[in-house]
């Protein structure tokens, strides 16, 4: 939506990685120095390690786009909980090597066999393993044992590992890891980026779509973004994208703190969690998909359609789009105000069953009312808590359809 109000040419804050967008910041600059060091030596582990949504993805592919690909051949594969065998198979399938229907050595021997022929043909091989706080040791065992492989005195593969902080203390404290440990030859964590570098993240990503200072952004805006998110890279477009929602539907020109506020007080962001933040994202795609779902179903029989149906699904127009949005502002300030009160009640019936506790003549039965009071309240505000999510999902999915000029079934653009 905010895309084709200010005249943008795309989305500049999708949160799927994108090497387009690739910026470089201090930390970026010194991670990609270790990977085009690695990539020089053409053996070992490379370990890249950040916080989720550091950008470690967008790193790598910024650096597969900046490779000579007829002399490199690069495979990428996101790790689950594999066992080594599994593992050997999904290296092998994202090298395209066959090995239906082979056992472990067979599995081995074809990948070794296709690691000789790339280096016949000059060419060397690179795997990127993403995810790898997720290995377990018999997994990581295996791609050591994948490292070994050679061709007279030259390696046949090099491996890039991305993982989350905690794989970097697995990886150096582990003791059954010290052959890995001794094949790693640079490690780098990938940190947040610094205060003064929110401001060119966000300006270089609305300039790759055609930004051209509309709107602009107050200098106030800058350092309640960077506290708000930290510098993370993945917080500060979500974030933002609110922000220019916001600014979108009340016709704004001018991002300042006063809107950012706002978004703030909309949003509960003050209280979200790196697990909320996920959550977002996860509820944002599951509601496009949803109304996508409800798009692409094909009509049911007439005489299964209620009469009323027809009236159930009306033309809206965009002016009624932007009124229902500012009512889901209104509803969520509405469950904030809800969940408040709930918490007070919850704390004066806590403050109850205290005083209940403390008397010398207090009877287990004087403290069950209270108790099936407190499971209510919290049974409440849970409920509260999952229909906010569900409608401020609902309308970040049909806002984002709206900007890639999808609208719901039944809805007039």
Known sequence: MFETHYGLTGRPFQLTPDPRFYFESATHRKAMSYLGYGLAQGEGFIIITGEIGAGKSTLVAHLMQTVDKARLTAAQIVTTQLKGDDLLHMVASSFGVPTAGLDKTGTLAAIESFLHTEARAGRRCLLVVDESQNLP??????????????????????????????????????????????????????????????????????????????????????????????GIPRKVNMLINRVLLMAAVDNRETIDADLFYAVLADLAVDSMTDEDWQNEAMLASAARHAEYAASVAPAPAAEAVPAVAEAAIPEVSRADFNHFVREVRDFAGEQQEARAILVQELQAAIDRIQSIEARPAAAPTDLQPLIGRIDALERLQAEQQKALHRVLALLVGWVEDDSAGVWPKGRAA
Request: overall charge negative; charged content about 20%.
């Open 137 to 230: 040791f018999g997994a990581l065992e295996e791609l050591r044992m994948l490292s070994n492989f050679q061709l007279g005195s030259h390696p046949l593969l090099q491996i890039f590992l991305l993982g989350q902080p905690e794989f970097r203390a697995t990886v150096h404290g582990a003791p059954g890891l010290e052959q890995l440990r001794q094949r790693i030859i640079a490690t780098h964590h990938l940190g947040a980026m610094e205060q003064h570098e929110v401001q060119p993240y966000v300006e270089h990503r609305m300039t790759l779509v055609g930004w051209a200072g509309r709107p602009a952004f107050a200098d106030d805006v800058w350092p309640r973004l960077f506290t708000e998110t930290g």
